[in-house]
C-alpha cells in the first residue's frame, strides 16, 4: 500500500506534494495533516463507518480534508481533540486556501501511556472524517461564493 501511495503522489501537481491520499479500491480520499498523524494513517489505513459514500461526498465536492489536532497526558487520562475541514481543491494552484467551517471532535481514554496517546489521536481523527456530512460541503460552497464574490470585487 505504501508503494500505492507513494507512486500517486509523485504523479500529483507540485502543491499537491504535502497532500496524502489514501486509495481503497477506485475512489481516493486526499487529506493534509502533519507527520505523526500521516504515518498513523499509512500504517492503520483510513478505518471508516462508510469508506465509499465519504469518498463519494468528498470526491464531489472537489475537496481534501484538513486535520489538525492536539492531545496531551494529564493525571487522569490521556485525551485527544480533531479540528476537521474541508478545503477546496481548484483555488490550490493560485496558493489559496478556501476552508469549510471546522467541526471539533474530542475522545480520551483512562491509560495514560504513549501507546494510549497515539491510539486516542488516531481515534478521534477516524471519528472526525467519519463525521464528514453534507453540511461540510455546504459551508465550504458557502465560502467558495464568498470568495468567488470577492474576487470579482477586485
Known sequence: MKGLIKS?????????????????????????????LDNMIIDRGLELEDYDKTCALLKAANATIDIQYAYQITPHQTSASASIRL?????????????S??????TYDAERTSKAQKDVLYDVAMIGIDGIKQDAVDSLNEQRAKFKAYQVKK
Do not use: G
Not at 504535502?18 to 502533519?34: D, G, K, M
Not at 478545503?87 to 476552508?99: G, P
Open 8 to 36: 500517486t503522489l509523485a504523479i500529483l501537481p507540485a502543491l499537491f506534494i504535502s497532500t496524502h491520499v489514501f486509495a481503497q479500491e477506485e475512489c481516493q480520499i486526499a487529506y493534509i495533516t502533519n507527520q505523526e
Open 87 to 99: 478545503l477546496a481543491n481548484e483555488y490550490l494552484e493560485q496558493d489559496v486556501a478556501v476552508y
Open 101 to 106: 467551517t471546522a467541526d471539533n471532535w474530542m
